[in-house]
Structure formats: structure tokens, C-alpha cells
């Protein structure tokens, strides 16, 4: 990378800061950093950034179609570099797809399904497990100036993802107290209607929750907004 397309790539970076928000949908600036990805190092054809989430992994950015269903497979199959991410001691993995051993139904899908043949990744810095993916459509495709330029690359997908997991973090404290005020308003419904004690109406909508089997959270939003349990919970306390 010659001294012009540092100065391009460093005012990239700026107008990446520009469009984050603070909270809110910062898609756009994580499919900017593999489009990114793709455009400065010189191998690469595809790359896209997973984040753990549950059983099963996410893909947060894709450069493109390809890119996005070579994420997917590691997600439907459990087995690729993401999985071991969290394990692995080195920043990155590079591998080639013909003869890689570690991740045998992995790699044949890969080759089989796209025309990636080899893979750099790159563990993230992230709460979850979390990895930078660059592929390219030749084996030993990645030099090592191609490593050095996506390891800076890779710092910035991190400080996306952590960003995106404070976004997750707040959106889902934010869900929780809403259930908690409704679950709260339920209650008090409750205790009215009943003339029960506070532990007593909980128990009523839990054991309506359970009764029903649904959740304690749609229960007390439809006890909340009927006045009363649900039809065929139980009523004694």
C-alpha cells in the first residue's frame, strides 16, 4: 500500500467516524469496513464479520451474497474458524481450503458452494465471540502486507462490534424494564381484582404463565389490558 492509499484509507476511516451514531442502526458503517476490506487488500474477494449470539452465530456485515453465505455455513454447520475463535491463542487463522483438516465438512462446502479457496480470519476484540473474515478465490492468496493491512482493519471491525454489543446490550435492558412495568401493572390489576396480596397476585400469573405455557411477559400484557387471567388459568393463589 503506497502513501496515497494510506491518506484514502485513513479519510475512509473518518467518514466511517462521521456516520456512526450514537445509538441507533450502525449497519451501514459495518458493511462499509468489509466493502473496505475488500477494496484495500489486494487478495481479498469477499469479507464479512460474525458475532456469537445463542446457539448459533450471526452474521453482522457481509460484502456480498457469496461472502454472506460463506459466514452462513459455519453458522449451519458449527465447525469453521468463528467456533474456534473464542480457543484459538493466535489473532488470526489462514488457511486453504483444499487440504485444511481442522474443519473438513467446513472447507467442502466451501469449495463446493463458492469459489473461495483460501480464508484469513481474525479474532475480534468483543464481549461475544466474534471474527473478520476475508476470503479469496485462489489458495495462498493472502501475503503478509495483506495480513498487516487487514489486522488494521480487523481493530476497526472491533470497535464496530463493540458498539454494536453496548447497541444489544442497552436494546435489550430496555426490553426488560418494559416487561417489568407491564409484569408490575399486571400484578396491581391483579391484586385489585382478587383482593390479594402482592405475592399472591405474582403467583396467579405465574402459574397462568405456566398453565398456559406462555410467557409471563404476554400473560401480564393481556391481563393488563383485559383486567383479568386469561381463559382456563388457574385463579387460587
Given at each position: ?35 473496505l476490506?475488500v ?40 465447525e ?11 489473532a ?18 466451501l ?18 465471540c ?22 488494521v ?6 470497535s ?39 405475592q ?7 402459574v ?7 410467557k ?22
Open positions: 500500500m503506497d502513501t496515497n492509499e494510506v491518506v484514502q484509507l485513513a479519510q475512509e476511516f473518518a467518514v466511517i467516524g462521521r456516520e456512526l451514531h450514537g445509538a441507533g442502526d450502525n449497519q451501514a458503517a459495518r458493511k462499509r469496513i468489509v466493502e476490506t477494496k484495500h487488500v489486494e487478495a481479498c474477494h469477499g469479507a464479512s464479520i460474525t458475532v456469537a449470539g445463542g446457539r448459533r452465530g450471526r452474521t453482522l456485515a457481509a460484502s456480498d451474497r457469496v461472502a454472506a453465505a460463506a459466514a452462513a455455513l459455519q453458522a449451519e454447520l458449527r469453521g474458524p468463528f467456533y474456534d475463535a473464542e480457543q484459538a491463542d493466535p488470526f487463522v489462514l488457511f486453504d481450503v483444499e487440504g485444511e483438516s481442522r474443519w473438513p465438512r467446513y472447507c467442502a462446502r469449495a463446493e458452494e463458492t469459489s473461495y479457496r483460501s480464508v484469513l480470519s481474525f479474532r475480534l476484540i468483543a464481549r461475544d466474534a471474527a473478520l473474515h476475508l476470503f479469496a478465490e485462489r489458495a495462498a492468496a493472502f501475503s503478509d502486507a495483506d495480513i498487516d493491512l487487514a489486522t482493519l480487523a481493530a476497526h471491525a472491533s464496530l462490534v463493540a458498539l454494536y454489543e453496548a447497541e444489544d446490550h442497552a436494546a435489550n435492558l430496555e426490553t426488560a424494564l418494559a416487561s417489568n412495568r407491564e409484569i408490575g401493572a399486571a400484578v396491581g390489576v391483579l391484586m385489585a381484582h382478587h383482593k390479594v396480596s402482592q399472591d397476585a405474582f403467583t396467579l400469573l405465574r397462568a404463565s405456566q398453565s398456559l405455557h406462555r409471563l411477559r404476554d400473560v401480564a400484557s393481556e391481563v393488563v389490558e383485559t383486567g383479568a387471567l386469561p381463559p382456563s388459568a388457574a385463579t387460587d393463589p
